[in-house]
């Protein structure tokens, strides 16, 4: 079974130990695994072969999309969304650096420290508002690893049928190996 992006969520707190404080909104995450970039240090030495040690990772600016409203939405969840575009954009107007949690439906993490950047995206008739969220990675990014149970868990509580699983299942649906990734 594959796994779902739904349910990934970012959270931000002023410090790596302190509360992460949930962003909401968020529909687009980038991509957080990157390559070292390689040092050439090929010498005389290596005859027929170029040799290359690990360099720094890259990241680039890490860019996220979210809503600034939703039509569906409750009262308290535009309230969350609006909340969260305005302390993103406190952190950027009084350049606080903020550290970040990506987590997702397997429970699995990534973690690390930039400089926040949020601003309104155009729009047009029969669009929601949205904003860009963008983020340096200034610290290591460090991963942790979900589990299979966790996926369990999930399908279990989103399962419509009522019907109860064990830690063992990977949930319902179509099993055969076609969509997504399958």
Do not use: C
């Not at 397997?106 to 973690?111: F, L, N, S």
């Amino acid at each position: 079974m594959e796994f779902s992006s739904q349910g990934i969520t970012l959270s931000v707190s002023t410090t790596e130990d302190g509360t992460y404080r949930p962003m909401y909104g968020f529909f687009s995450v980038p991509d957080l695994g990157k390559d070292d970039e390689g040092v050439d240090v090929t010498n005389f030495a290596h005859r027929t072969t170029k040799k290359i040690s690990s360099g720094v990772k890259d990241y680039d600016n890490l860019i996220f999309d979210a809503y600034i409203n939703i039509k569906e939405a409750s009262e308290s969840e535009t309230t969350q969304i609006l909340e969260s575009y305005k302390y993103l954009r406190q952190a950027q107007d009084t350049g606080t650096k903020l550290w970040h949690k990506l987590t997702y439906p397997d429970g699995g993490t990534h973690t690390w420290k930039g400089s926040p950047r949020a601003w309104r995206l155009a729009s047009n008739i029969k669009e929601a508002l949205k904003f860009r969220y963008s983020t340096t990675v200034e610290s290591d990014m460090t991963e942790t690893y979900g589990s299979l149970s966790a996926q369990s868990t999930q399908s279990a509580q989103s399962s419509s049928t009522g019907t109860e699983t064990t830690g063992t299942e990977t949930g319902g649906g179509d099993n055969s190996g076609e969509g997504a990734g399958g």
